[in-house]
């Protein structure tokens, strides 16, 4: 199944993130950021579903938690970048 | 026992406190070294910690709060990252050396606003003329000593007109008196977890408002490629393994005081100082550094004898189970502002815990020790 990874500038501000979503609803949960993909190694990201990625990003925006970059997993585990 | 040195590190802690830290011991590991269980049970108790003191001490996003291991830590990374050799940096006559100490390794010149004790209006004029073309101002809200509440509201106003970063030393003030970091508008405030925030020795916290430079570098759990400390805040100060249990004990003690009405605990511990002061009045040959009516006055009383040194008076009191702090308090330059280095004074300092049946005891005793032939 297709999820998205929205990549935060640090834990903190994944941890700030996910319990943002999850006050309005929506399934938010911290994880490590793949590094094949980011390439920095030790990055948090929060994982939401497809149908909740315009939602949560909007969201992240208005409380100044703006993702650093978005990344789509697909179902066979293959991750690239979401162009802003 | 009796214990009377909450200015060096309050003893009694509300029961939740330790309770905290071994559950913490317990049951997390360490917040940003993974994202199993354990790791994020600590992640969210550090950052549960960091947003009740944003909260508490009005310090914006949370990011804003770092943890350090103590007071000593966040001045020198405050310092260090404003002051560069041969800056003038002004500073009261009532800094500790944790703040004296880190000025002169860094080579600065040091101006002293001296003022006399007690005298808040000396005190912003001293700070009024010393102010002029200084790269920062270092300021205490209470002296460690003699527990002299400094203008600091107005101190910082002064500051922000002359656009000088101030760094504020709140150690013997925070969790006791107001401190409201948006309205002070200070570069930095540094504090102590343990003391009258009533959390576990090896805790800090540094309210940042300014650019940084780390003191310590090293692991963050964050962009562990780059080989240079991230550009962001809280990791780019807070190399290292988190003192987690410390961390989730100190989240206790705020919630503690943040239980209290405003200002109850700042009462108290007035009304001890009245209470101790009273009992004491009238020792012959003992000198006690009071405020007039306690206006410029925490919950801290120096005192000297003219026939007992400091150290002694102290021991004795400490054999009666009376425990208290003498000699220089690590401030000599608050010594020599009052004119007590030779000397020392014996410290009494006061804490939420402390009752006035405990404080009067303490002053019979002294009544006792000094009135002995």
Redo the contacts between chains.
Sequence with gaps: MLHYLLMCRSLTYAQRASRALERIGISAIITKAPKSATGQGCNYCVKVSEKNLTRSIAALVDAGLGPTKVFLVTGEGSVSEVPG | MIYLDSAATSLQKPKEVPLAVSRAMSMMAS??R??HRPA?MA??CV?NC?MLLASYFNAG???NVIFTFNATHGLNIAINSLVSKGDKVVISGYEHNSVTRPLKALGAETFIAKSRLFDKYDALEAFKQALPGAKCAVCTHVSNVFGFILPIREIAGLCRELSVPLVIDASQSAGILPVDFKELGAAFIAMPGHKGLLGPQGTGVLLCGHDTKPVLFGG???????SLM?D?L??RLEAGTHNVSGVAGLAQGLRFIMSKPKNAISRHESGLCRAFAEKTRGITGLKMFLSENFSAQAGVISVMSDRIASDELAERLGKEGICVRAGLHCSPLAHETVGTAEQGTVRFSFSPFNTVAEVSYAADTLKKILNKP
């Design positions: 917040p940003g993974g994202c994020m992640a969210d950052l960091r996003e949370p990011e963050t759990g964050s962009n562990s490629a780059d991230p962001f809280p990791d």
